[in-house]
């Protein structure tokens, strides 16, 4: 085999982006190029992203985002072996956008297209990374998706456990936004927390000690909003203790939920010596939930593998990944009918 060349496309939330991604005759990726446009500031007044907003904002960057990855690259569209674009799940303009470009682009360069899950871009991303062999457990946390899933193959998966309510990124959202804290507010509490008492609070830990693997974070949200309602006016040392206390309580739920897993890892696959739990998704940029996770894995003998930051959170590379690796295990193109899906597990 010769290497693979992809373009890669990603609009399925608030970051337009584009990469070309090479996978050498040895099964190695390579990111070539990698640009990421984010449009933080068009949301952040609403705090949250306004879907209509997000569509014409990629309409407006997508075409230029392509062209600068490819010539960062150096080549031209000609050169590419494949494009891939994201299909779902995510806000139906923003992918609407993505994959009719991705089309169109495949069309009048005759190269196949490969429709990609957004979900199986962040699940593939270790093997880019990290030469990751299967099977492995990944976690997803960010601000749409909360999952936990094993990763047996290329589109292979089991889903071990998802959030019934609230994604974890967006729990930290809303609670800053509760506290008064700026959009996105995961970073805003993280910093706030650093100040603060995190056993002032104890608040509830859902779903810990129950066997299924599933998340829910509202009970968690509604008790920290019953606990800045009963202080007023919140002083800037409350703020600190309610973030520090909410991410002990997120701590050790991972803790629970995630320990669990890799228990049931290790009993399905007990002739891996060292299995490997990898992070995906905005939230794993979290201090205290990496550490919680080395921990985990410290205690339960696997590696844990955190891809750089800019691959944990939504890019291009990974979708130009995830159709390399579909291309090299021999697995079909879409035609060119091809829908996007807003909901797709
Ligand atoms: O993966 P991502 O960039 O976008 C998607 O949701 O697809 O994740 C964004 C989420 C937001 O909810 C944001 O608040 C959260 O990740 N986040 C964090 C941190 N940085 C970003 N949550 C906790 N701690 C952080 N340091
Ligand atoms: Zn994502």
Same mark, same amino acid.
């Given at each position: 085999t010769r290497p693979l060349r992809i373009l890669g496309i990603e609009t399925s939330c608030d970051e337009t982006a584009a990469s070309i991604v090479v996978r050498h005759e040895d099964g190695r990726g390579e990111i070539i190029s990698d640009v990421v446009l984010s449009q933080l500031e068009e949301h952040s007044a609403f705090g949250g992203v306004v879907p209509e907003i997000a569509a014409r904002a990629h309409v407006e960057a997508l075409d230029g985002l392509i062209e600068e990855a490819l010539s960062r690259a150096g080549i031209?569209?000609? /050169?590419? /072996?494949a494009v891939a674009a994201t299909a779902g799940p995510g806000l139906i303009g923003g992918l609407l956008v993505g994959l009719m470009t991705g089309k169109a682009i495949a069309m009048s360069a005759n190269k196949p297209l490969y429709a990609v899950n957004h979900l199986e871009g962040h699940a593939l991303t270790a093997r880019l990374t990290d030469g990751l062999g299967f099977p492995y457990l990944m976690l997803l946390v960010s601000g749409g998706h909360t999952q936990l899933v094993l990763v047996k193959g290329v589109g292979d998966y089991e889903r071990w456990g998802t959030t019934i309510d609230d994604a974890l990124g967006e729990a930290f959202d809303k609670t800053a936004k509760l506290l008064g804290l700026p959009y996105p507010g995961g970073p805003a509490v993280e910093k706030a927390a650093r100040? #603060? /008492?995190?056993?002032r609070f104890d608040f509830p830990r859902p779903l810990v000690g129950e066997a299924r693997l599933d998340f829910s974070f509202s009970g968690l949200k509604t008790a920290v909003r019953q606990a800045a309602t009963a202080i007023q006016p919140l002083t800037e040392q409350d703020i600190a203790d309610i973030c520090a206390s909410f991410q002990r309580a997120i701590s050790r739920t991972l803790k629970d939920r995630i320990g669990r897993g890799l228990a049931r890892f290790r009993e399905r696959s007990p002739a891996l010596s060292e299995p490997s739990l990898v992070v995906a998704g #905005?939230?794993?940029?979290?201090q205290v939930i990496r550490s919680t996770l080395q921990d985990l894995c410290n205690e339960h003998r696997f590696a844990f593998i955190a891809p750089p930051l800019n691959l944990c959170t939504d890019n291009a590379a990974m979708i130009a990944w995830a159709g390399l690796e579909r291309m090299a295990a021999g697995l079909p193109a879409d035609p060119i009918s091809v829908a996007p899906r807003s909901r797709w597990p």
């Open positions: 031209k569209l000609s /050169d590419v /072996d100040t #603060g /008492d995190a056993t #905005g939230v794993a940029a979290n």
